[in-house]
């Protein structure tokens, strides 16, 4: 039909009344677009406009010609861009569309059949017409989605950058209250800098995703992203971490402009209980001098040396003497609660301090043993993770 020259001009006829009703049709497009899709409430009208011109003449071009364009002929790329910025969901950019192309067919029907054109032309061209809106929607929906990923991935580089900026203490004051008003951070309040790594199937995306929904269900603001394959943020509070495998150090309060000194705090948290073989989420509170312990790898040698390596000749009653040793210092030194809980006598008990003592040529009595036998004992369990002891401390609920 398109090559039929007795058809040509009653149809040119039709597109160009179509052609100058298009300024009209595009006003009461508008109108309704804007009552019927709040989102396009959005949409600058001059935008509408000249993507209602674009959508019109080329439907106007396949009403002539008969044919639909290829998917990859619809530049929608930078549409699609300006709705997902624009908060415009992709159903109703779908929606829009078809309202306009329903609008452009039923023009076209009114003005074909005002001018007795060809029922058969009629028909071909409101079919092509029919499959221009679906081919469009579906490359639409594409570049839509495309457009989607490229957004949060934008987004996402965007909040790590901040991040690390904050974390690392290289952001102006401006730039900080900045993000702090596009991420929902309050400058006026404390924030604690956190730095978690997960264990067993969680990755970190899904431990980042835990820990700021816990924020969100307490009412409390959490800021966090994938760094350097942990998960690393601000938190309002301590975290909950539920079933969740996680290792996670948290430093003290303080302002956002101060957080990359909490932030090294965390860092050194994380690191000590990693060295235990914790899991939860651990401060300096929780750890105490135990962390340390973890810094000061020389003097634990030098301790170790002292106090635990000379049990080591003994064979199995030197680990023996070891945890009799631990459970004494861990009860108060209470040596009838220590023979109860591993079922011997107390004299057994007795005997193997003593022998402690002979050993190491120190006495359980000094101040100074019980200090340097604890920090050696700690080193001991940093050396050997997961190590369940009474020394060790609870990871929180």
Not at 38 to 59: G, N
Request: aromatic share 6%.
């Amino acid at each position: 039909m398109p090559g039929q020259p007795c058809a040509a001009a009653p149809l040119e006829r039709v597109i160009a009344a179509m052609a100058a009703q298009q300024g009209q049709v595009g006003g009461r497009l508008h109108a309704d677009l804007t009552d019927h899709i709040p989102s396009y409430r959005a949409v600058p009208r001059e935008l509408l406009d000249q993507i209602w011109r674009r959508h019109f003449q080329r439907a106007l071009g396949v009403v002539r010609e008969g044919a639909v364009p290829a998917p990859e002929d619809f530049g929608e790329a930078e549409v699609a861009r300006d709705r997902v910025a624009r908060g415009v969901p992709l159903a109703d950019g779908l929606r829009a569309f078809r309202r306009a192309l329903s609008a452009i067919r039923d023009l076209f029907i009114a003005e074909a059949t005002e001018r007795g054109l060809d029922p058969r032309l009629i028909v071909d061209r409101t079919t092509c017409l029919w499959e221009l809106a679906d081919v469009a929607s579906l490359q639409i929906a594409a570049v839509h989605r495309q457009a989607e990923v490229e957004s949060a991935l934008f987004d996402a580089r965007r909040r790590a950058d901040f991040l690390r900026g904050l974390l690392h203490g290289t952001l102006s004051a401006a730039a900080i209250h900045s993000g702090a008003a596009i991420y929902g951070l309050d400058p006026s309040r404390p924030y604690r800098a956190i730095r978690a790594v997960p264990h067993g199937n969680v990755g970190p995306d899904a431990l980042q995703r835990s820990l700021e929904a816990h924020g969100r269900r307490n009412g409390r603001a959490a800021l966090l992203a994938v760094l350097d394959e942990a998960v690393a943020g601000v938190v309002e509070a301590k975290p909950e971490t539920g079933d969740l495998e996680v290792t996670a150090g948290l430093g003290p309060p303080t302002d956002l402009a101060a957080v990359h000194r909490s932030f090294r705090t965390a860092g050194r948290m994380l690191e000590a209980a990693r060295a235990y073989g914790l899991r939860g989420v651990y401060d300096l509170g929780d750890l105490s001098w135990r962390v340390a312990v973890v810094a000061e790898p020389e003097l634990a040698e030098l301790l170790l040396d002292r106090y635990l390596r000379p049990l080591e000749a003994e064979g199995e009653f030197g680990a023996l003497i070891e945890e009799s040793v631990r459970a004494y210092l861990a009860t108060g030194r209470h040596i009838r609660e220590v023979a109860r809980s591993a079922h011997v006598h107390v004299n057994t008990v007795r005997y193997r301090l003593r022998r402690f003592e002979e050993l190491t040529g120190t006495s359980l009595d000094a101040p100074d043993t019980a200090v340097e036998l604890s920090w050696a004992l700690a080193a001991r369990e940093s050396r050997t993770p997961g190590r369940a002891t009474a020394a060790a401390p609870r990871p929180l609920a």
